[in-house]
């Protein structure tokens, strides 16, 4: 037995989004280009991958740190940091 999955199509780009936002269809080219299809085992999954998008909001680029970048910052400003967690 097949269980219940969860589908999620997202436009990226700001010019996507304000045409969507807008009520204007998009052109095949934008579609192929800027709308990507995700599927979960799970609706905690498919938020997950909503929260990480939401987080990522305004940034360009990211690296994830190891250990070592760990052990280098300034102990009092790790101490600062707040883990959020997925809603």
């Given at each position: 037995m097949?269980?219940?999955?969860?589908?999620?199509?997202?436009?990226?780009g700001k010019e996507v989004a304000d045409a969507l936002n807008y009520g204007?269809?998009?052109t095949k080219d934008e579609i192929s280009m800027s709308v990507k299809k995700y599927e979960f085992g799970s609706e905690n999954e498919a938020k997950s991958l909503l929260f990480g998008?939401?987080?990522s909001m305004g940034w360009f680029d990211y690296y994830i740190m190891d250990e070592l970048d760990i052990?280098?910052?300034?102990?009092?400003?790790?101490?600062?940091?707040?883990?959020?967690?997925v809603p």
């Amino acid at each position: 037995m097949k269980t219940k999955g969860y589908t999620l199509r997202i436009a990226f780009g700001k010019e996507v989004a304000d045409a969507l936002n807008y009520g204007r269809a998009l052109t095949k080219d934008e579609i192929s280009m800027s709308v990507k299809k995700y599927e979960f085992g799970s609706e905690n999954e498919a938020k997950s991958l909503l929260f990480g998008i939401s987080e990522s909001m305004g940034w360009f680029d990211y690296y994830i740190m190891d250990e070592l970048d760990i052990q280098n910052l300034n102990k009092k400003w790790l101490k600062e940091i707040e883990v959020q967690q997925v809603p």
